[in-house]
């Protein structure tokens, strides 16, 4: 997280407390809290340092140049922004984070529902046993979710042809629709 100041001493306190760091734990989310002063005269640094905030100092003028700084020095993989002045709800950062993230997770991925794939039976092995992927329909995304998302696994999408089936529909577009929902809103959140 990532909170540029400049004399925000009135709101840094008020901005870093209602963060909901519970809720980070909770999901085994790492929360490091940066911020990027610019030289405050006020007690700014002070408050935000006893909070457990990360403290950057940038000299050089300016709200994107604290940005720049704070993302090139932030070591976590998701950056989360706002003003340190109070204004934005961050008690409720981890709730819009958790929506957020089941977007980013699929974002390469423009067919998260596709049943033909190809990998190496090794990468399997980094992901979890066989037997603990889902029994049901989420299976095709929970492999796709775990392959793409895994640092050490390499994976493309090959843009491909889908013909019309023969027979019978096996997938109930609506509850296996509901199912494969709530199956990633769970994996996501918990
Ligand atoms: N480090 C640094 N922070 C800045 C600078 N200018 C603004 N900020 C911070 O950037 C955030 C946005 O500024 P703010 O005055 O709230 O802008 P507004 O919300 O658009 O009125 C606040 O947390 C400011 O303290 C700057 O030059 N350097
Ligand atoms: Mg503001």
Redesign the pocket.
Known sequence: MI??????EK??GKTIDSIKTDSFKKNNWNLEIII????SKDKTREIAKSKGAKIII?KR???G??YKTGISKATGDIIVT????A?YPFDRIHLILALALKVLFLINLRDSQSGMWIFRKEALKKIQPLEDFNDGMPFSEEIKIEMFSNKNIKTKEIPSALYAREGDVKLQSFTDGIKNFKYLFKKRVN
């Open positions: 909170l540029p100041t400049l004399n925000e709101g840094v990027v002063d610019g030289e940038e003028k300016g709200y140049r604290a706002g003003d340190a002045d204004t």
